[in-house]
């Protein structure tokens, strides 16, 4: 048994929150980048990419998040690709999360009334000018809230990555716990932090959402 005082632990578990932090960010701006691909491709009716997308997001969002960690670490060890943990939970995370965004943003764009696509149509705007200038500043707006009340989702899902090795806050909180044999308060700290996090996230979003009715 170590002799932690509760600074030690408060410290520790901080520096450790960075990573669960630039694990989060990574995840959501990847995501977000490759959803947006995705969206695009299914919404263009490119031939096979609705098929192709309509199944990529069935099979990251029926299946465990915590098994696509398994895969993204010790699948790419099978074809000689050798990877670290952060790498894995980086990948695993992104690819999670852009299937959830593209569903996310597939549904705020198909909310925007086919009266506007036709409209752009009549103006004889291409595809790409319809989506900027009139499809997606209207589903942005409706965007907003949904897509950032999930990254609550993403910052919570960063616990995971600890069953791969990767030292985030939860496995920073399970070392410290082996080490003094203070579970409760570990935990409770680590509790806190979470809390800290998501909370004032979860707050913008409802605060969004609010404001984006109120406009309605």
Sequence with gaps: MVDFSLWDILRNLL???????????????????????LLVARTA???????????????????????????????????????????????????????????IWRGCVASVPKGQWEAAQSL??????????????????????????????????????SVIGFVELTKAGTMITNATFQPFLVYSCVALMYFALCFPVSLTARRLERKLNAVR
Aim: charged content about 5%.
């Design 45 to 103: 009716r490119w031939p096979g990419a609705q098929t192709f997308v309509a199944g990529y997001v069935q099979l990251f969002q029926g299946t465990p998040l915590l098994m696509q960690l398994f895969l993204a670490y010790f699948g790419l060890a099978l074809f000689g690709v050798d990877t670290s943990a952060w790498v894995s939970a980086a990948l695993a995370l992104t690819l999670y999360t852009s299937a959830f965004l593209c569903e």
């Design 124 to 161: 004889a705007l291409s595809f790409a000018e319809q989506l900027r200038y009139v499809v997606l500043p209207q589903a942005t707006r409706i965007a907003i809230a949904p897509t950032v009340g999930f990254l609550v989702q993403v910052i919570k899902g960063t616990a995971l990555a």
């Design 15 to 37: 520096l450790a929150a960075r990573w669960t932090v630039a694990l989060s960010l990574v995840a959501f701006i990847g995501g977000g980048l490759v959803g947006l691909a």
